[in-house]
T-cell receptor, first 117, second 109 residues
Framework: NAGVTQTPKFQVLKTGQSMTLQCAQDMNHEYMSWYRQDPGMGLRLIHYSVGAGITDQGEVPNGYNVSRSTTEDFPLRLLSAAPSQTSVYFC????????????????FGPGTRLTVL | KNEVEQSPQNLTAQEGEFITINCSYSVGISALHWLQQHPGGGIVSLFMLSSGKKKHGRLIATINIQEKHSSLHITASHPRDSAVYICAVEETSGSRLTFGEGTQLTVNP
């Protein structure tokens, strides 16, 4: 299994540009999420999905869109990049609520380092 | 006040020392996770626990649900243990995680 993969690893954008960060997992996990990590702050949840066709906002959703058309893929779209979106982005997946168990090990992708000029 | 507080923020130890990192939280949880972030940036799950104690090699994690507190211990620390250790709680309301800011551990030879 490849686990959780993210592309690209690095990206530089100009203010106003749009782009999509890709995330895929091959573990058949229902739960997927996007986080951003900024210096001096813990990981913060942007958007999450509990299954194909279902997405919801996290703590810091403004400026980002997501979709979940398949179990495997969960892309994160920046609509109009701003310098405040300079960050490291992590995608994660897990299998929640399996047989009544409400927690499961989290698997993280390698991260995407985004710089917005 | 953050829902998840870790201490210390930074910790420097000599090889072989016993290390403790603490995590306190203020919300009801279904589970607590300890994660390790390597200098290269990758994040791996170390432990997931909802009660008691878990041990894996030189790492031990404990949790006290009544006191809303967890500790991560590293015995016989080694320079390769140098990393950021992150505490995260899974709230009872769902699968979402809330993270602490992390503890930067440096183990010198």
């Amino acid at each position: 299994n490849a686990g959780v993969t993210q592309t690209p690893k690095f990206q530089v954008l100009k203010t106003g540009q749009s782009m999509t960060l890709q995330c895929a997992q091959d573990m058949n996990h229902e739960y997927m999420s996007w986080y951003r990590q900024d210096p001096g702050m813990g990981l913060r949840l942007i958007h999450y999905s509990v299954g194909a066709g279902i997405t919801d906002q996290g703590e810091v959703p403004n400026g980002y869109n997501v979709s979940r058309s398949t179990t495997e893929d969960f892309p994160l779209r920046l609509l109009s990049a701003a310098p405040s979106q300079t960050s490291v982005y992590f995608c994660a997946s897990s299998r929640p609520n399996l047989l009544g168990v409400t927690y499961n090990e989290q698997f993280f992708g390698p991260g995407t380092r985004l710089t917005v000029l | 006040k953050n829902e998840v507080e870790q201490s210390p923020q930074n910790l420097t130890a000599q090889e072989g020392e016993f290390i403790t990192i603490n995590c306190s939280y203020s919300v009801g949880i279904s589970a607590l996770h300890w994660l390790q972030q390597h200098p290269g940036g990758g994040i791996v799950s170390l432990f997931m626990l909802s009660s008691g104690k878990k041990k894996h090699g030189r790492l031990i994690a404990t949790i006290n649900i009544q006191e809303k507190h967890s500790s991560l211990h590293i015995t016989a620390s080694h320079p390769r243990d140098s990393a950021v250790y992150i505490c995260a709680v899974e709230e009872t309301s769902g699968s979402r995680l809330t993270f602490g800011e992390g503890t930067q551990l440096t183990v010198n030879p």
